[in-house]
């Protein structure tokens, strides 16, 4: 904001990148996204199947 405020007039807003620059950076960002939803998928598959197999199953009921 300082670099705003002390801005000639006429000069570019640092802020502003453009359509091209945005859409990359959601991209990324998406990409990121995508990765961490596959890590908890993985991690979750992981402990099920961890907790199935090592759940000693119980005759009866409630």
Request: proline residues 3%.
């Amino acid at each position: 904001m300082e670099e705003l405020r002390s801005a000639t007039n006429g000069r570019e807003n640092p802020f502003i990148v453009g359509t091209s620059t945005a859409q990359r950076f959601m991209k990324i960002v998406e990409t990121m996204l995508r990765g961490r939803i596959a890590q908890d998928q993985q991690a979750a598959t992981t402990t099920a199947t961890t907790m199935a197999a090592t759940s000693a199953p119980t005759a009866g009921c409630c």
